[in-house]
């Protein structure tokens, strides 16, 4: 059983920047392809970054490209989600989340439902 646990989240201005950290444990954490999700109140949880297992891969959709970047560092069994040039339409609560499955594609990794292990999430809120 693999547990997560996010951080970094708060209160910024517009344009300002936040890095998320997402330390796991409980499980080989150098295997699972990793991910970021956002939601809102009444809105489907969504993605904002993929990174594969070895880190070599990484997928946005267009909403947070060139803004966000997602890393890791399997050593510390951890993934880091920087978020630069925030906008309000940015506010949510993040969630970082592992998946056991394997697949060549990043794409296939859009789907919440494509990873078992989730955290308890951490808001993050951008004021205008």
């Given at each position: 059983?693999?547990?997560?646990v996010?951080?970094?989240?708060?209160?910024?201005?517009?344009?300002a920047?936040l890095r998320?950290?997402?330390?796991?444990?409980?499980?080989?954490?150098?295997v699972y392809?990793?991910g970021?999700?956002?939601?809102?109140?009444?809105?489907?949880?969504?993605i904002v970054?993929?990174?594969?297992w070895?880190?070599?891969?990484?997928?946005y959709?267009d909403?947070v490209k060139g803004r966000f970047?997602?890393?890791?560092d399997?050593?510390?069994?951890?993934?880091?989600l920087?978020?630069?040039?925030?906008k309000?339409e940015?506010?949510a609560?993040y969630?970082?989340?592992?998946?056991?499955r394997y697949?060549?594609?990043?794409?296939?990794?859009?789907?919440?439902?494509q990873?078992d292990?989730?955290?308890?999430?951490?808001q993050v809120?951008?004021?205008?």
């Amino acid at each position: 059983q693999v547990q997560l646990v996010e951080s970094g989240g708060g209160l910024v201005q517009a344009g300002a920047s936040l890095r998320l950290s997402c330390v796991a444990s409980g499980g080989t954490f150098a295997v699972y392809t990793m991910g970021w999700f956002r939601q809102t109140p009444g809105k489907e949880r969504e993605i904002v970054a993929a990174i594969s297992w070895r880190g070599d891969d990484t997928y946005y959709p267009d909403s947070v490209k060139g803004r966000f970047t997602i890393s890791r560092d399997n050593v510390k069994n951890t993934v880091y989600l920087q978020m630069n040039s925030l906008k309000p339409e940015d506010t949510a609560v993040y969630y970082c989340a592992a998946s056991p499955r394997y697949y060549s594609d990043l794409s296939y990794y859009t789907e919440f439902g494509q990873y078992d292990y989730w955290g308890q999430g951490t808001q993050v809120t951008v004021s205008s």
